[in-house]
């Protein structure tokens, strides 16, 4: 690994770290760099801007996304259940990666987002679009499934989290996706 993918490594990790530990839209570029063990300045060499930083951090995300659902998925044999197991999957995947989910999909007012982010997110929409069996549809279905899994982890839609804990996101949430799988009537 040379030593530019290693600054660049670490620095993802980071973020990760920070995103976790503060909320995302408050993550600068000179806590990414702390938790590094680096100058902000020194970030400036890995990447041009925190939004970058942020854009190469979602492309990691996106990948990691796919191959869940992908995973979950591939233990299912009913095109309905393909799905639901993917959406319960990405599900799965922000409740446990909250920092780095949150960090990821954000975008800040005027910042528009870098194709490569763009690209990794329409990964997603395409494994969702396959698993539906119609891949025009897989950009509002991830836009549904993602727009769900947002409100849930926010506490928008309250599924007993407030009371009792993230833990019952997973469960419960879970619910409500295969609910909103099961009205597309695949």
Same mark, same amino acid.
């Given at each position: 690994?040379?030593?530019?993918? !290693?600054?660049? &490594?670490?620095?993802? #990790? =980071? @973020?990760?770290? %920070? $995103?976790? +530990?503060?909320?995302?839209?408050?993550?600068? /570029?000179?806590?990414?760099?702390?938790?590094?063990?680096?100058?902000?300045?020194?970030?400036?060499?890995?990447?041009?801007?925190?939004?970058?930083?942020?854009?190469?951090?979602?492309? !990691?995300?996106? &990948?990691?996304?796919? #191959? =869940? @659902?992908?995973? %979950? $998925?591939? +233990?299912?044999?009913?095109?309905?259940?393909? /799905?639901?197991?993917?959406?319960?999957?990405?599900?799965?995947?922000?409740?446990?990666?909250?920092?780095?989910?949150?960090?990821?999909?954000?975008?800040?007012?005027?910042?528009?987002?870098?194709?490569?982010?763009?690209?990794?997110?329409? @990964?997603?929409?395409?494994?969702?679009?396959?698993?539906?069996?119609?891949?025009?549809?897989?950009?509002?279905?991830?836009?549904?499934?993602?727009?769900?899994?947002?409100?849930?982890?926010?506490?928008?839609?309250?599924?007993?989290?407030?009371?009792?804990?993230?833990?019952?996101?997973?469960?419960?949430?879970?619910?409500?996706?295969?609910?909103?799988?099961?009205?597309?009537?695949?």
């Amino acid at each position: 690994m040379s030593r530019l993918d !290693e600054g660049r &490594a670490r620095l993802l #990790a =980071a @973020a990760r770290r %920070a $995103a976790t +530990e503060t909320a995302a839209s408050r993550v600068s /570029l000179r806590d990414i760099a702390k938790a590094a063990g680096l100058s902000p300045a020194a970030c400036y060499r890995y990447f041009p801007s925190r939004e970058r930083l942020a854009d190469a951090l979602a492309v !990691e995300v996106c &990948a990691e996304i796919v #191959a =869940a @659902a992908g995973a %979950a $998925a591939a +233990e299912e044999s009913e095109p309905g259940e393909k /799905l639901a197991a993917a959406a319960e999957a990405y599900l799965g995947y922000a409740v446990a990666n909250r920092g780095a989910f949150d960090l990821a999909f954000e975008r800040g007012e005027g910042d528009w987002v870098a194709a490569d982010r763009s690209g990794a997110g329409m @990964a997603i929409a395409n494994l969702f679009g396959d698993l539906a069996g119609q891949p025009g549809f897989g950009a509002s279905l991830w836009g549904a499934v993602h727009g769900v899994v947002d409100l849930l982890i926010k506490g928008v839609i309250d599924v007993g989290q407030r009371e009792l804990g993230t833990s019952v996101i997973p469960s419960r949430g879970g619910t409500l996706l295969r609910g909103l799988v099961d009205s597309l009537r695949l």
